[in-house]
């Protein structure tokens, strides 16, 4: 079975055409204007003939919390969600009425939130009141497909059955987020009702005390609409030292750059705390699982975050840089591992497994 993954960003577009043994046959990436249905058209064009296509939908909104095939209420209940994710979703459901047009194939709604679902409820609620929880307030959690292959993966090179493992999974890539999984399942995560709680991330503030939000917006003056924009696209790392890019962060830290060194110190203090809230949700840390662009290819970042925990066993690490690998493994201490991101892989997979059952 061959499989189109469509997987749209806020500014991004990464498509590509995954066999049954998980291999790219074809794929292209393109950003700013070009990342549209223009970009999908002509992928169409040369990619060939496929039997289904998946799109990653960031947010499934309250009654979407699995991949889904879908119809048009199913694309009614998703751009529901949108509001929950205005970055990403609005983007993605534009190639989904697309890919409906061109392609006469299943099409299958891959939901970051899905792999989430499982939190239970003292993880998952908010302490707000119930009028609020009723339309639909709670901890969602993202990143989910990625965390769904890397705890796969992760117990493969593991060489243990994913059921019996413990670990905590970090995704540091734009976004950054946190998990605790036990059993092959997410038992919590940082991210909350929408992608921008928890960790700092590079353009993204991560979680803020809503009092300092609530006083910008009554005493300062400050409109809720800039608040918004500030705290997607204004604040995290670039905020803290005007760079967003890790790799130029490490190297403006690296030559004597003290705003840049400070910054780093934030970004690493905030993901140690957010991994240490995690470890809570466990009985004990198996392994502790890299992932995302940063993740897999940072190793000042993976050493800092190793530093940062030695309170949960960790120690130092091995500085390999690219691919799956164990990168500490050591006697009654958690392993480190590292996990190339492959959302397109277990978009097709889950594709895959919708369209078996049917």
Same mark, same amino acid.
């Not at 992760?154 to 998990?179: F, N, W, Y």
């Given at each position: 079975?061959?499989? =189109?993954?469509?997987?749209?960003?806020?500014?991004?577009?990464?498509?590509?055409?995954?066999?049954? /043994?998980?291999?790219?046959? #074809?794929?292209?990436?393109?950003?700013?204007?070009?990342a549209g249905p223009d970009a999908l058209r002509a992928f169409v064009d040369?990619? !060939?003939?496929?039997? +289904?296509?998946?799109?990653?939908?960031?947010?499934?909104?309250?009654?979407?919390?699995?991949? #889904?095939?879908?119809?048009?209420?199913?694309? *009614?209940?998703?751009?529901? %969600?949108?509001? =929950?994710?205005?970055?990403?979703?609005?983007?993605?459901?534009?190639?989904?009425?697309?890919?409906?047009?061109?392609? /006469?194939?299943?099409?299958?709604?891959?939901?970051?939130?899905?792999?989430?679902?499982?939190?239970?409820?003292? +993880?998952?609620?908010?302490?707000?009141? =119930?009028?609020?929880?009723?339309?639909?307030?709670?901890?969602?959690?993202?990143? &989910?497909?990625?965390?769904?292959?890397?705890?796969?993966?992760?117990?493969?090179?593991?060489?243990?059955?994913?059921?019996?493992?413990?670990?905590?999974?970090?995704?540091?890539?734009? !976004?950054? *987020?946190?998990?605790?999984?036990?059993?092959?399942? *997410?038992?919590?995560?940082?991210?909350?009702?929408?992608?921008?709680?928890?960790?700092?991330?590079?353009?993204?503030?991560?979680?803020?005390?809503? &009092?300092?939000?609530?006083?910008?917006?009554?005493?300062?003056?400050?409109?809720? +609409?800039?608040?918004?924009? *500030?705290?997607?696209?204004s604040s995290g790392l670039l905020a803290l030292c005007g760079l967003s890019?890790?790799?130029?962060?490490? $190297?403006?830290?690296?030559?004597?750059?003290?705003?840049?060194?400070? %910054?780093?110190?934030?970004?690493?203090?905030?993901?140690?705390?957010?991994?240490?809230?995690?470890?809570?949700?466990?009985?004990? $840390?198996?392994?502790?699982?890299?992932?995302?662009?940063?993740?897999?290819?940072?190793?000042?970042?993976?050493?800092?975050?190793?530093?940062?925990?030695?309170?949960?066993?960790? !120690?130092?690490?091995? #500085?390999?840089? &690219?691919?799956?690998?164990?990168? %500490?493994?050591?006697?009654?201490?958690?392993?480190?591992?590292?996990? #190339?991101?492959?959302? /397109? %892989?277990?978009?097709?997979?889950?594709?895959?497994?919708?369209?078996?059952?049917?």
């Amino acid at each position: 079975m061959r499989v =189109l993954t469509v997987n749209a960003g806020s500014s991004s577009l990464k498509l590509s055409v995954v066999d049954a /043994d998980d291999r790219v046959l #074809t794929s292209t990436e393109a950003d700013g204007d070009g990342a549209g249905p223009d970009a999908l058209r002509a992928f169409v064009d040369v990619a !060939g003939d496929v039997d +289904a296509v998946a799109h990653r939908i960031v947010h499934g909104g309250p009654s979407i919390r699995r991949a #889904t095939l879908v119809d048009d209420d199913v694309r *009614s209940r998703l751009e529901e %969600a949108a509001a =929950l994710a205005p970055l990403h979703v609005p983007a993605a459901l534009r190639l989904l009425d697309s890919a409906r047009r061109l392609i /006469d194939r299943p099409q299958i709604a891959c939901v970051d939130t899905a792999f989430h679902s499982t939190i239970p409820e003292s +993880a998952s609620t908010y302490a707000i009141p =119930l009028a609020w929880r009723e339309l639909g307030v709670r901890r969602y959690g993202f990143h &989910g497909l990625s965390y769904a292959w890397a705890t796969r993966r992760a117990a493969e090179l593991l060489d243990r059955p994913v059921d019996r493992l413990q670990m905590l999974i970090t995704h540091i890539g734009s !976004g950054v *987020s946190v998990c605790a999984v036990r059993g092959g399942r *997410s038992v919590d995560t940082s991210m909350g009702f929408t992608p921008m709680e928890g960790a700092v991330m590079a353009t993204r503030s991560g979680s803020v005390d809503p &009092g300092a939000l609530l006083w910008l917006q009554e005493a300062q003056g400050v409109a809720a +609409a800039e608040i918004s924009a *500030s705290l997607e696209h204004s604040s995290g790392l670039l905020a803290l030292c005007g760079l967003s890019d890790m790799r130029e962060v490490e $190297v403006a830290g690296a030559g004597g750059d003290v705003t840049s060194s400070a %910054a780093l110190d934030v970004y690493i203090h905030s993901l140690c705390r957010n991994l240490g809230a995690m470890a809570a949700s466990l009985d004990h $840390v198996d392994a502790l699982v890299f992932t995302g662009g940063v993740g897999e290819h940072s190793v000042l970042v993976r050493s800092r975050v190793c530093a940062g925990l030695r309170i949960l066993g960790m !120690g130092d690490v091995s #500085t390999a840089d &690219g691919g799956d690998a164990v990168i %500490a493994r050591r006697p009654q201490e958690p392993w480190v591992v590292v996990v #190339t991101a492959r959302e /397109d %892989a277990q978009m097709a997979r889950e594709t895959r497994q919708i369209l078996s059952a049917r």
